[in-house]
């Protein structure tokens, strides 16, 4: 068996993707118990689940080593991380994400000034990592039929809310993207803001799977952290700008607890290996949108911030098209 690195001290400029938080929100609390969503969690009056510890708390991470990662251990691990953090993600970018409202990234894209799905009236919908789902809100109201798929209870928990408070009622499907339980050629588009694809160890199969479920002509747009992203410190400030990471290294990222057991995966792809892999699926890619960091955008998220964003791309989102 190849020997497993030990973990190294945490860091917090070692958080990776837009799930993490440079720094933790809350001093550690007192664990509470995830359990799934139909297991009779407490829940408080809005039906969301009571409040967790941050989940570095609650699940004991200790360190962070590089090494591989299955597919299956990948999913579980991610189904974990996001029960636990499903609360702490929403504290902190539940209101920049608003409750139906299209915010492709931190960068503050939102789908109804970049159209890049098009005219969604009429459509069959899949957001796919929908988390509480406000993308597939806003595509409700904006006529589609959507469905929002998520591995996590903890995070569907937060959609059943947002339904509950906005009237708006979207059917939600807990899932995983590698395996899509739906018929081929079920929808007209798909899309994903940051949801399971930075998450899982085969992205292609997220590919071949959604290219599956849409319909010939449909379309599929995901954003995800950019590749070059990968080769710095997950800094906001001056020591994010100093590439410290081999662009080349696919080796995940990967947050354990003291006894070594992942806690938090992330998969790296090059740009050309995210090109290779929607054409394996048989999909077109037709843009690839890169968000300029807005003037005036002041707000951080983990990493992304206005001194980076200057400077070079957080954001990658991918417009593919299944051919006719
Ligand atoms: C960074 S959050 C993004 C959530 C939401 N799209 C947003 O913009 O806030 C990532 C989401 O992807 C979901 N996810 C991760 N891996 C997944 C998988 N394999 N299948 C489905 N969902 C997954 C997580 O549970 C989480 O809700």
Redesign the pocket.
């Known amino acids: 068996m190849p020997k497993q690195p030990e973990p190294t001290a945490r860091d917090d400029h070692t958080q990776r993707?837009?799930?993490r938080q440079t720094h933790p929100r809350h001093p550690a609390r007192a664990v509470c118990k995830t359990s799934p969503v139909n297991g009779g969690t407490p829940s408080n009056d809005h039906g969301a689940a009571a409040p967790q510890a941050p989940a570095e708390a609650v699940l004991g991470t200790a360190g962070v080593v590089r090494r591989t990662v299955s597919a299956a251990e990948?999913?579980a691990v991610?189904?974990r991380?996001?029960d636990a953090d499903?609360d702490d993600?929403h504290a902190e970018?539940g209101e920049f994400?608003g409750v139906h409202d299209f915010?492709w990234c931190p960068e503050g894209l939102r789908e109804q000034d970049a159209e890049l799905l098009g005219d969604v009236r009429g459509a069959r919908a899949l957001?796919?990592?929908?988390?509480?789902?406000?993308?597939s809100q806003w595509l409700a109201e904006h006529g589609a039929w959507v469905v929002g798929?998520?591995?996590?209870a903890?995070?569907l928990r937060h959609a059943q809310a947002a339904a509950a408070a906005t009237g708006t009622m979207v059917p939600l499907v807990q899932?995983?993207?590698?395996r899509l339980p739906f018929a081929e050629m079920s929808f007209d588009v798909a899309c994903?803001?940051?949801?399971?694809v930075?998450?899982?160890a085969d992205s292609t199969a997220?590919m071949r799977e959604v290219a599956r479920v849409l319909r010939p002509g449909g379309r599929w747009v995901f954003a995800v952290n950019h590749p070059i992203r990968w080769i710095f410190p997950d800094d906001p400030g001056p020591a994010g700008l100093t590439a410290v990471q081999p662009y080349f290294d696919r080796t995940p990222y990967v947050e354990v607890d003291g006894s070594g057991r992942p806690t938090y995966v992330e998969h790296h792809r090059t740009l050309g290996d995210r090109v290779r892999e929607i054409a394996a699926a048989g999909l077109v890619l037709t843009d690839l949108v890169e968000p300029e960091w807005p003037e005036g955008h002041q707000r951080e998220w983990g990493q992304w911030s206005p001194l980076r964003g200057a400077l070079f791309p957080g954001t990658a989102i991918f417009c593919c098209r299944r051919p006719e």
């Open positions: 993707g837009r799930a990948s999913t991610t189904r991380w996001w499903a993600y970018h994400l915010v957001e796919v990592g929908c988390g509480s789902a406000p993308c798929l998520d591995v996590s903890g995070m899932a995983g993207a590698e994903s803001a940051f949801g399971a930075p998450f899982v997220v």
